[in-house]
């Protein structure tokens, strides 16, 4: 196996890029690579928050020589992300499992500036060097979405999402679809063209990671699953024909956020998930391991009997199954993203479950969101209180197996190599 590995915020710094390479091509990167990567090797003091040691030569490594770090005031290109990384996987690789993975938030802060933003240069697919990055601010409220900060989330996005799929299921506002023939006229060829995987590790408090709680339309006294999503064209996170909430209606919570907190921008998982799915790749929500202690104060989900340590072998996920989406009925219409169906829910023996889940925040059920009106220029916050439970976006916010972060992308990761017709057998390589 070939591996590379890099940062970037707004710009590529050569000194973030390691790779590609492995233990036989270069072996003193590669076991550098290992050295930055190795996280027990960097805390010099464990069990307290990581600080600078300078006698620790991995952290050095990883901080001082190769910049691995967010740095501020640096602002985030997606679609330079994308880019780089397509680049870097030669082309000539046609029976290799090709793989990207990106770990962030996925909150665009870029756009380009020019048409076409990505073109042909000398037969070289070439972003062009015009972008502009804005983080959110005071002037955002006294000016339209697509001209605020939003805009560069907005239509950076869709220029990522364009490299890895152009696929018309790609989610593109009219003014974006105009954009679609950029790609194939610069001879830049798609993820999905080349086989590529797109993995998508998204975290952060700020875009809320989850997994929508609905029944299976595969196996109905289980849970959905992303198989079922995306074996019968339904939404696995909150995002497209949610009630009456668009998605951008909560991703503009990345503007409003910072004023009051309960604005998430849960959405935000929308479009990246959806192009994990068109490349077949994996898509994790990284999320805090569910506190049971909490959860088993509710009466009612106490006589589950999950324990911290059982709920790492699947009770929890198991009682889920039994107690909550086995128990809904309707299955809406098929083909429906928001399947089942608006209203199912209401009446049947779950809704009590659900509501307790949410009371120990084990759930989300509140869709928090950010209306735009005009004139003059007014956001309003808005959110679903007042619709049935079955009409929220009833969602999952913590790790059901009630493991912590490094568990979930462990487990994750293995999933994503053990797809190969051969094993990963060894974790120290």
Known sequence: DIIGVFGFDNNMDPD???GPTNQFKDPDLWQELKDITNVPSLDSNPGNPISFDPSNSNLIKRLVIRKFFPRRPALTDITRGIYEAGMMIPNDLDNADLQ???FSDFINSCMSL???FIQDSGGVPTLTSRVDCLVPGSLDFSIGPWDNSWSKYQRGTSEALMLISNSPQVTLSNWEQRKREDVPLSGWNTFSERDIRF???????????????KQSKTTPDKCMDDKDARRNNRNFVAGRADRRWQPWFSQRCILYNRIDPSCRASAVADRIHQASALTGGYFLPIRPPCDIDTMNTNPLLATWGVSSANCATGKLEEKLDSEVCAKWSGAGTSGDVSDPAIGVYGGNASDSAVQALADTGIANINWISLAYSTPPSTYTLMDQEDGPLGEKSSRIVCDTMCRGAEGQIR?????????NPYSLVREDL
């Open 16 to 18: 973030r890029v390691i």
């Open 100 to 102: 990207v993975t990106m």
């Open 114 to 116: 020019d048409s076409p």
């Open 199 to 213: 993995n998508a590790f998204i975290f952060g408090d700020l875009v809320e990671p989850h997994t929508l709680l």
């Open 411 to 419: 487990d994750t990761i293995k999933k994503m190599y053990n797809t």
